[in-house]
């Protein structure tokens, strides 16, 4: 007969190793998503997130789920030098939700969506709420929180529940991570 604390020992062993290594793999793979969404769009400085179980869903199962991903991006240059606040967020947003409480930086929203008309008018609505960035770009900010959105077991494991999660170009093009423990409710 097999020694039950051996089977559980080894599977314990098992199991610090899978989560060593999708969160040494996991982080390495965000790195390269990060960093090309970095060099593609010079301006953005951070790219943040939140990522939580709920405590109360309203009777229905509780999921952890990344929130409130959002993206800080640089002044526009103009001939007087930088602008001041490097964006505007949506209209409809919670301001507080976007901002850091640490720092006075305004955080923008990602992009969901591509609806043109989504708050009227004849202009494209990401024009008004992220000038001087191509929609290009913001595609691919789009395809940056789809990214999110299916990696969140992933994310999870790699920088644990409750947490707020930025992402930050550093000079020499790579990225740094950052996981600030997060009281969500």
Same mark, same amino acid.
């Given at each position: @007969?097999t +020694?039950?604390?051996?089977?559980i &020992?080894?599977?314990n =062993?098992?199991k610090v190793?899978y #989560?060593k290594?999708v969160s040494? &793999?996991?982080k390495a793979?965000l790195?390269a998503v990060f960093?090309? @969404?970095?060099?593609v769009?010079?301006?953005?400085?951070r790219?943040?997130?939140?990522?939580? #179980?709920?405590?109360?869903?309203?009777?229905e199962?509780?999921e952890f789920?990344v929130h =409130?991903?959002?993206? %800080?991006l640089a002044?526009l240059? #103009? =001939?007087?030098?930088?602008t001041?606040n490097?964006?505007?967020?949506?209209?409809? /947003? %919670?301001? %507080?939700d976007?901002? +850091?409480? /640490?720092d006075?930086q305004?955080w923008?929203?990602l992009?969901y969506?591509?609806?043109r #008309?989504?708050y009227?008018?004849e202009?494209? !609505?990401?024009? &008004? !709420?992220?000038?001087?960035?191509?929609e290009?770009t913001?595609?691919? *900010?789009k395809?940056?929180?789809d990214?999110?959105?299916?990696?969140? /077991?992933v *994310?999870k494991i790699?920088? +644990? %529940?409750?947490?707020?999660?930025t992402?930050t &170009?550093n000079a020499?093009g790579t990225?740094?991570?950052v996981?600030?423990?997060?009281?969500?409710e």
């Amino acid at each position: @007969m097999t +020694d039950q604390n051996a089977l559980i &020992k080894e599977f314990n =062993d098992a199991k610090v190793a899978y #989560t060593k290594l999708v969160s040494e &793999k996991g982080k390495a793979l965000l790195a390269a998503v990060f960093g090309q @969404m970095f060099a593609v769009e010079p301006r953005i400085r951070r790219i943040q997130w939140r990522q939580y #179980t709920p405590y109360f869903n309203d009777g229905e199962a509780c999921e952890f789920s990344v929130h =409130d991903r959002s993206f %800080d991006l640089a002044p526009l240059p #103009t =001939d007087d030098g930088p602008t001041g606040n490097p964006i505007a967020l949506p209209v409809g /947003d %919670d301001e %507080d939700d976007y901002e +850091d409480e /640490d720092d006075d930086q305004e955080w923008a929203e990602l992009p969901y969506s591509f609806d043109r #008309t989504r708050y009227g008018g004849e202009e494209p !609505y990401w024009v &008004k !709420y992220w000038p001087g960035v191509s929609e290009s770009t913001l595609r691919q *900010l789009k395809q940056l929180n789809d990214t999110l959105e299916s990696f969140e /077991d992933v *994310l999870k494991i790699t920088f +644990d %529940d409750h947490v707020k999660v930025t992402a930050t &170009k550093n000079a020499d093009g790579t990225v740094t991570f950052v996981a600030e423990s997060y009281d969500h409710e």
